[in-house]
Nanobody, 121 residues
Framework: QVQLVESGGGLVQPGGSLRLSCVVS????????IGWFRQAPGKEREGVSC????????HYADSVKGRFTNSRDNAKNTVYLQMNNLNTEDTAVYYC??????????????WGQGTLVTVSS
């Protein structure tokens, strides 16, 4: 069973930066989708990013393009989300997500417990 543990959330002022981490463990596939989604109170789930390990391509939501960056450290089994120039609309619980069927499918998707990011002055 795949397990994901996120960390790095917290309180930050508008314009600030945070880096989220996600430690991945369990029986992962050679190729899969790995990324993040978020959910703010009263709003629908929003996909943030997804990296395809088959070709290394990462897709980002329009709302975060140019500000957020996905990365991966294979040796540490950890993925990261670097978030720069944060604004109040980025406030949400962020979840790391593992997609065994690839970024294009949510079939058997697994997510972590989430980490709260609060952007406020």
């Amino acid at each position: 069973q795949v397990q994901l543990v996120e960390s790095g959330g917290g309180l930050v002022q508008p314009g600030g930066s945070l880096r989220l981490s996600c430690v991945v463990s369990g029986s992962i596939l050679d190729y899969y989708g790995i990324g993040w989604f978020r959910q703010a109170p009263g709003k629908e789930r929003e996909g943030v990013s997804c990296m395809s390990t088959s070709d290394g391509t990462t897709h980002y939501a329009d709302s975060v393009k140019g500000r957020f960056t996905n990365s991966r450290d294979n040796a540490k089994n950890t993925v990261y989300l670097q978030m720069n120039n944060l604004n109040t609309e980025d406030t949400a619980v962020y979840y790391c997500t593992y997609r065994p069927a690839g970024c294009e499918s949510r079939y058997l998707e697994v997510w972590g417990q989430g980490t709260l990011v609060t952007v406020s002055s």
